[in-house]
């Protein structure tokens, strides 16, 4: 007994230094809520903290449907000031749980309309990333074969076995290219290229990870398939994270029309917070130049600012879709549920 | 065997004992209503009100009942596999000298502490499309096209769920086998029983209570599986968990995945009290034996070809996997594009050097001393915390007459609940107090210790009940207090049984994923998390040094389990 009580005694302790070495000083505190994928450099944020006096803490659960889940979930109660993360595919259940408080940025008017998908001004637009299939460039040169680039090329012959989806029910890039596929073949169409799809050996993975890392040839988990459905940024980040280090990309994206869908990420102020000018002093910031062009190498997404500058391996290696599939959050709000439930039943059973 | 005399349970008789039991679950239940039963009916209660006036879609009985028959499919294969393996490697570990015993009895207990992550990333290396075996039967054969293919199959499912749960049968029974008085074996013998009937008849029916622990705690563990499943079975192979998940995470259905946790919850108490019923009233009294008093070399050629079989099993499901991840960690891959299938191997330290840089900058970058630290301090608390609680229900019960153990259901009940759904529910109840940073971090460990006591109490409550009550009673007669029966009785016979359960505590806190990712701070993220950080993002660097975090993770884990099985 007395030496569990020493034990935790000491893990207290260690706790406490932790903690303390942690916050120096008491300033008031502004809690962002926000998927695991969010990330922002050390120097931007504590330029934010320093010119309005704030620690910013952040919150991080999960994937963006998580997130979003669990901001429905305290609503009311928040869980902190600023939601960041619900993409077009989540925005109108979101607005739906009326989770925000209506707040129209400064800033708002550098966005491209295209972009501003809430006339309510509930959620502010942040950044934006196209979900295309990535194809391994070595393996299809070492095979004299074409790359595919359109949907309909990939339920030819020569490509059979050759690609590999996530699952949408549970992989938010694999709902986007559900999402796409509903786009251009319609919703009486687009089971009917997934069978042909499912007869052309496609392979489903259940997330992103498990694609991209154990059956995708260019990968470092070198697995079967040489087309992965991930993101448009992608190739750059093999340059970026490459070993050993690499002047040219191992991937691309197919980027012809309709392949790819762009995914774009909102903001907003939870309803219930205790913060709102600061928060929406966040949001500001959020579409301020240094944190747009931060996002790039920390999320892996695009700025909705267009005058932000996009790094070299960005501008060399991962391009966006011209014309990306698109479809409005009310279509898909109102559909997702059915239409991930007929895949299921159309290609898993 | 069926002697009532000189049981460990009837104990108990007046009211006395009774407000004595009531007096020592108090705390324990306390515990687990506050960090158990209340979130999980105020996120029930969440599920059914806060739908703002959306039409409930409903699940069809289909829905529901093809992921349960396919739950109770896997389980059940699943934990005979696990028997099939566990009870002669039980035997092993608690009956025979062999060389690197030590070593092979750390080993088996690793797994227990990976995220499936890693075992999903682990297995990859060794049986995927480009593991290790793949690659080495593609240059052998000189095949263009990887010849094994594991990827996303059910067999896939049924070695991963061996490999974590194989640990739980051989320090469950084998603890219990060990402690087995070995007299009782050798008047079988002596009265002619050949090996497998003193097995049938002597032995099987003394480690029955720890079998059916032991059963019940892999079938609940399969039962419940999650990453398992996603990772490595894939799409096709969807149990209760997943489609919860799905459901409240994904379609944010909440009334259905509500529906969908009741009908896992009704399934798990039903489970455990069959497994109660089942157990009955077979406790044996077990006098303390010598430490090593039943262990033996291999003797007969028979016993030799088991021995020796055994390990060599034991070894090729536990150390190699695991080798293949830390190869895979100082690896780089190199595959010529002209070539073909043609590959090359070269060693570096760079993923490991990578762990140390913060490459880009981030706020969220964590040095892997500290996410080490974080997994030590929380582990510990967990540690302190399940221990503690546990001896109390533990004692508790064992002073119960064994129907009354509704407590056991209430206890166990943990066990068969998602931890997506326990994180969610402590975060959700917890949000609206304003309770401090060092209690909100005090969540993680209470998350450790609400899933890892029952395994504490399983592991410690048969030791404690099959102390005859003779040896009390004679020390009681002679004099002693009775603390000082607790302090010279009881502890030493039970030590070694509370060292492995709270090596489970230990390892069970290492390990979780699913609720810490819901209640870690960011700035204190523990090394599975750590680990899916990396394989969030893709590059040949991020694989790497998740690879090499977990290796890191897996050493920790093996050091600490070393240490503390020294201490026996």
Same mark, same amino acid.
């Given at each position: 007994m007395k030496h569990l009580i020493i034990l935790l005694a000491f893990c207290f302790s260690l706790l406490a230094g932790c903690r303390s070495a942690e916050s120096p000083i008491e300033a008031p505190t502004l809690t962002v809520v926000t998927h695991d994928s969010f990330s922002v450099s050390e120097g931007v944020i504590s330029k934010f903290e320093q010119e309005n006096n704030v620690k910013v803490i952040f919150l991080k659960s999960g994937d963006a449907g998580v997130a979003l889940n669990k901001a429905i979930l305290t609503k009311g109660n928040p869980l902190g000031d600023v939601f960041f993360g619900v993409d077009n595919t989540f925005l109108s259940r979101a607005l739906e749980e009326g989770i925000f408080s209506p707040y129209v940025s400064s800033n708002l008017n550098s966005v491209p309309e295209a972009f501003q998908l809430d006339s309510t001004h509930q959620v502010t637009p942040v950044d934006f990333g196209d979900v295309c299939i990535n194809y391994d460039i070595a393996w299809f040169e070492t095979r004299g074969l074409n790359v595919p680039w359109s949907l309909e090329n990939l339920t030819y012959p020569e490509y059979k076995d050759l690609l590999v989806v996530e699952n949408p029910a549970i992989s938010s890039p694999g709902l986007a290219f559900l999402l796409a596929t509903v786009a251009h073949f319609g919703e009486d169409g687009y089971l009917d290229f997934w069978r042909r799809l499912k007869d052309n050996g496609v392979v489903l993975a259940n997330d992103w990870n498990s694609a991209y890392y154990t059956n995708f040839s260019a990968s470092s988990g070198r697995g079967s398939q040489p087309m992965v459905v991930s993101y448009a940024s992608s190739p750059a980040a093999e340059v970026i994270f490459a070993d050993p280090p690499r002047k040219d990309a191992p991937t691309a994206s197919i980027t012809g029309k309709d392949t790819c869908f762009r995914q774009i990420e909102f903001a907003g102020i939870l309803k219930g917070s205790q913060n709102e000018t600061l928060a929406g002093k966040f949001i500001d910031f959020m579409l301020s130049r240094s944190f747009q062009e931060d996002i790039p190498l920390q999320m892996f997404m695009y700025p909705v600012y267009p005058g932000a500058a996009l790094p070299a391996e960005f501008t060399a290696f991962a391009k966006t879709a011209e014309e990306p599939a698109m479809m409005d959050p009310e279509t898909i709000a109102k559909n997702r549920e059915k239409w991930i439930r007929d895949w299921t039943e159309t290609i898993l059973k | 065997m069926n002697n009532p005399e000189g049981r460990g349970a009837p104990e108990v008789t007046g009211s006395g004992s009774t407000w004595k039991t009531w007096g020592l679950l108090a705390l324990p239940l306390f515990f687990l209503v506050v960090f158990f039963y209340l979130p999980i009916i105020n996120t029930f209660k969440f599920a059914f009100t806060n739908t703002s006036g959306r039409p409930i879609s409903p699940i069809d009985l289909a829905g529901i009942w093809r992921p349960l028959a396919f739950t109770f499919y896997q389980a059940a294969l699943s934990t005979g596999l696990t028997l099939v393996i566990g009870i002669p490697a039980a035997l092993l570990f608690s009956r025979f000298f062999f060389k690197g015993k030590r070593i092979l009895r750390t080993l088996v207990m690793v797994p227990f502490i990976l995220p499936t992550v890693v075992v999903a990333a682990g297995f990859n290396s060794l049986?995927? %499309?480009?593991g290790w075996l793949n690659l080495a039967l593609m240059s052998i054969l000189n095949l263009?096209? %990887?010849?094994i293919d594991l990827l996303y199959s059910l067999a896939a499912i049924l070695i991963a769920h061996v490999f974590y749960n194989t640990s739980v049968l051989i320090r469950l029974v084998g603890s219990a086998w060990s402690r087995l008085d070995i007299q009782l074996e050798q008047a079988g013998r002596v009265l002619g029983a050949t090996g497998w009937r003193n097995f049938v008849e002597v032995t099987f029916p003394l480690l029955r209570p720890s079998i059916l622990s032991a059963i019940l705690l892999v079938f609940l563990f399969d039962f419940t599986s999650f990453g398992v499943i996603l990772l490595l079975g894939g799409p096709q192979f969807a149990t209760l968990e997943v489609v919860i998940y799905i459901q409240s995470m994904h379609l944010l259905n909440f009334p259905a995945a509500a529906v969908l946790s009741g009908v896992q919850m009704i399934c798990t108490i039903t489970i455990i009290v069959l497994m109660a019923r089942l157990a009955g009233n077979t406790i044996v009294p077990l006098a303390p034996r010598l430490r090593e008093e039943g262990m033996r070399a291999a003797g007969s050629i028979k016993e030799k070809v088991f021995v020796f079989g055994m390990v060599c099993l034991l070894f090729l499901i536990f150390l190699v996997p695991l080798l293949a991840l830390i190869l895979r960690s100082i690896t780089r891959l190199e595959f010529d594009p002209g070539q073909g299938n043609a590959f090359q191997t070269t060693f570096t330290p760079v993923y490991y050097q990578e762990l140390f840089t913060n490459r880009r900058g981030s706020i969220f970058y964590v040095p892997p001393i500290e996410a080490m630290r974080n997994s030590l301090v929380y582990a510990a608390m967990a540690v302190v915390i399940s221990v503690f609680l546990g001896m109390l229900v533990s004692i508790a019960h064992s002073g119960m007459n064994s129907k009354s153990k509704w407590s056991e259901v209430l206890i166990a009940l943990p066990l068969g609940t998602s931890a997506v759904s326990l994180g969610l529910g402590l975060l959700l109840l917890f949000n609206g107090f304003n309770w401090g940073a060092a209690l909100a971090v005090m969540l993680v460990p209470i998350a450790h210790s609400v899933v890892a006591m029952p395994f504490f109490i399983r592991t410690v409550q048969p030791a404690l009940v099959s102390i005859p009550i003779t040896f009390k009673h004679s020390a009681a007669v002679l004099g002693a207090s009775a603390s000082r029966i607790w302090r010279e009785i009881t502890l030493p016979i039970l030590w070694r049984p509370i060292l492995a359960g709270a090596l489970f505590a230990f390892t069970i806190s290492l390990g979780e994923f699913g609720a810490t990712s819901f209640l870690a701070r960011p700035e204190f993220p523990t090394m599975p998390i750590a680990i899916s950080r990396f394989l969030t993002v893709p590059g040949a660097l991020n694989y790497g040094q998740a690879m090499a975090m977990s290796t890191l993770l897996m050493l920790i884990c093996a050091v600490c389990v070393f240490a503390i099985d020294r201490l026996e």
């Open positions: - | 049986l995927g %499309p480009r263009s096209t %990887p010849p």
